[in-house]
T-cell receptor, first 114, second 115 residues
């Protein structure tokens, strides 16, 4: 049981390049989330998927797209990377909606855009 | 809109002493959950403790307890008998039904445990 896995762990991009961050969970969770964490700050939600087949914008969605490929996988795409997207990206998942369940986090992807 | 405020950017505590990390929240929802996460220097997010808005008793998990004062909208984390391994960033977070079930995080508190 690997929990929430993310690839890659580190990535350096040049401005304007594109890339996809991959996330997978093996806990049969319904909901999945993408957050970003800037230095010295808390996490902010980029997009989330409450269930397979649905995606919704979070607090900071501009410059990103997501795909809920199936129940296990939720990817985040940067179409044209900008230096402002330099951050640590966390994927998370939870079993059900409602206030009661904690979110399980992946190890993070550290992205630098030059 | 939901908001979490952690007013202590950094704190020191002596090893084996107790420490309280402050968290206040703002929401108009009646049903919500409050969470604390630990982020060590390695970067992963580790769930510590959860308190539901309708829970009558304060949550406890080992050395962690949550001092929940609903009328004051505060959810402070108390760590008893601090250990060197407790040195980390600590984040308070809230989730409500109306917010699409996302977690709203505070800015965090860096705790440093002195030997």
């Amino acid at each position: 049981n690997a929990g929430v896995t993310q690839t890659p762990k580190f990535q350096v991009l040049k401005t304007g390049q594109s890339m996809t961050l991959q996330c997978a969970q093996d806990m049969n969770h319904n909901s999945m989330y993408w957050y970003r964490q800037d230095p010295g700050m808390g996490l902010r939600l980029i997009y989330y998927s409450a269930s397979e087949g649905t995606t919704d914008k979070g607090e900071v969605p501009n410059g990103y797209n997501v795909s809920r490929l199936n129940k296990r996988e939720f990817s985040l795409r940067l179409e044209s990377a900008a230096p402002s997207q330099t951050s640590v990206y966390f994927c998370a998942s939870t079993l059900r909606q409602g206030p009661g369940r904690e979110q399980f986090f992946g190890p993070g992807t550290r992205l630098t855009v030059l | 809109a939901q908001k979490i405020t952690q007013t202590q950017p950094g704190m020191f505590v002596q090893e084996k002493e107790a420490v309280t990390l402050d968290c206040t929240y703002d929401t108009s929802d009646q049903s919500y959950g409050l969470f604390w996460y630990k982020q060590p220097s390695s970067g992963e997010m580790i769930f510590l403790i959860y308190q539901g808005s309708y829970d009558e008793q304060n949550a406890t998990e080992g050395r962690y307890s949550l001092n929940f004062q609903k009328a004051r909208k505060s959810a402070n984390l108390v760590i008893s008998a601090s250990q060197l391994g407790d040195s980390a960033m600590y984040f308070c977070a809230m989730r409500t039904n109306n917010a699409g079930n996302m977690l709203t995080f505070g800015g965090g508190t860096r705790l440093m445990v002195k030997p």
